[in-house]
């Protein structure tokens, strides 16, 4: 009897103003084992919160700091359990700050 593996994958979408830089992100959360949604327009960003198919908020350097904040309180207002991960790093610190527990609030 052959068994189906029931592997719940999390959903990453990645946010920034740098085409490399999501780039280089989205590789690393999909060699993570991560799904990748990109964005790279607050408009974007809000469309795939609203689809509310994403696990991880991923925010890379360069994004205003009043979208930041417009982003966390779309996401407690609207009650998604999102974790956000600002990154600004180098990328080998990426893969542990994906598994971190941090919510939006």
């Known amino acids: ?12 979408l990645v946010i920034g103003r740098k085409d490399y ?3 280089t992100y989205s590789d690393i959360a999909q060699k993570e084992g991560y799904k990748v949604i990109v964005a790279y327009t607050d408009e974007e960003v809000y469309r795939a919160l609203k ?14 700091p009043n979208s930041k904040i ?15 991960v600002e990154h600004f790093g ?7 700050e994906l ?3 941090s919510k939006a609030s």
């Open 70 to 84: 417009a982003f966390r309180e779309f996401i407690i207002q609207n009650g998604l359990s999102i974790r956000v």
């Open 90 to 96: 180098g990328p080998a610190t990426l893969p542990n």
């Open 21 to 23: 830089i999501v780039q």
């Open 1 to 12: 009897m052959e068994q189906s593996l029931n592997i719940d994958v999390q959903t990453v």
């Open 99 to 101: 598994q971190s527990t």
């Open 51 to 64: 689809s509310k198919s994403v696990n991880i908020l991923l925010v890379s350097g360069g994004v205003e």
